[in-house]
C-alpha cells in the first residue's frame, strides 16, 4: 500500500526565513507528485507537481520541490518566506491505478 | 466558470440518518475523488471513479457509498453505519490515468461540505 508521510506539523518562520518542509513516500511502482497549499478560507490548490524529467520543478510563488528517486523525497523549498504563505501544505502521490494518497499535512505560520 | 461544486456548504443531520453530499464537475475530467478531512490526519482517500459506471474503494470507504452514472457527478453518501460522520469533506476531479496513460494528474478540489451529525 502506498503512503505518505510529512516530517513537519507545525512550522513557526519569520518573514524572510527559509524553509524546507519533508515529504516521503512508499511505493513500488511509477508515480507522479504534487504539493498543494490551503490558504486560509481558500480552496486547496496546486502547488507544483513531478511527473518525469529534471527532478528538481519549480512552482509558484517562489516554491520549489527536489525529487531524490533513492530517498523516495519530495521535498518543498523556498528561499524566503512570506507572511502570505502562511497555509497548509499537503504533500500527495498518485499512482497508475488511480489511487491519490495525501500526508497529514504541515500547517507553515510565517510571522510579520 | 470551469470548476467543481459541493453543495451545500454546511449540514446537518441526526445520528441514525443518511446523507447524500453533491459534487458536480463542469471541467470534462473523467475520475473523481471523495476525501475526508479531520484536524490533524490530512486528506484520507475515501472513494474514487476514474471513469463513468465505475469506482473503487479508497482507504476508508466503510460507512460510505457512491454512485457515478454520469460524467459530471459523484455524490457521496454518508450512512448511518459510519462511526464518526462528522467531518468535512472534500471532491476532487482530475485527467484519468486512464486516459493520459500515465499516472493520475493534478487534482482540482472543490469548497467542501462540512457535515455535522447530531
Known amino acids: 500500500a502506498q503512503s505518505v508521510s510529512q516530517h513537519n506539523h507545525h512550522v513557526i518562520l519569520s518573514e524572510a526565513a527559509s524553509l524546507e518542509l519533508g515529504c516521503n513516500y512508499s511505493?513500488?511502482?511509477?508515480?507522479?507528485l504534487f504539493w498543494y497549499v490551503q490558504y486560509p478560507g481558500q480552496h486547496l490548490q496546486l502547488l507544483l507537481k513531478?511527473?518525469?524529467?529534471?527532478?528538481l520543478v519549480k512552482g509558484i510563488k517562489g516554491f520549489e520541490a527536489e525529487f531524490i528517486k533513492s530517498k523516495f523525497s519530495f521535498n518543498l523549498r523556498k528561499p524566503s518566506v512570506q507572511w502570505s504563505d502562511t497555509a497548509e501544505y499537503f504533500c500527495?502521490?498518485?499512482?497508475?491505478?488511480?489511487?491519490?494518497?495525501f500526508g497529514d499535512g504541515t500547517t507553515l505560520t510565517v510571522k510579520p | 466558470d470551469g470548476g467543481i461544486t459541493q453543495s451545500p456548504k454546511y449540514l446537518f443531520r441526526k445520528e441514525g440518518q443518511n446523507v447524500t453530499l453533491s459534487c458536480e464537475q463542469n471541467l470534462n475530467h473523467d475520475a473523481m475523488y471523495w476525501y475526508r478531512q479531520d484536524p490533524g490526519q490530512g486528506l484520507r482517500l475515501i472513494y474514487y471513479s476514474q471513469i463513468v459506471n465505475d469506482f473503487q474503494k479508497g482507504d476508508i470507504a466503510e460507512g460510505y457509498s457512491v454512485s457515478r452514472e454520469k460524467k459530471e457527478s459523484f455524490p457521496l453518501t454518508v450512512t448511518s453505519a459510519q462511526k464518526n460522520p462528522t467531518a468535512f469533506y472534500l471532491c476532487a476531479s482530475s485527467i484519468s490515468p486512464k486516459r493520459s496513460g500515465r499516472a493520475g494528474d493534478t487534482q482540482y478540489f472543490g469548497p467542501g461540505t462540512r457535515l455535522t451529525v447530531l
Open positions: 511505493y513500488g511502482g511509477t508515480v507522479n
Open positions: 513531478y511527473f518525469s524529467g529534471d527532478p
Open positions: 500527495a502521490v498518485n499512482t497508475n491505478a488511480g489511487k491519490s494518497t
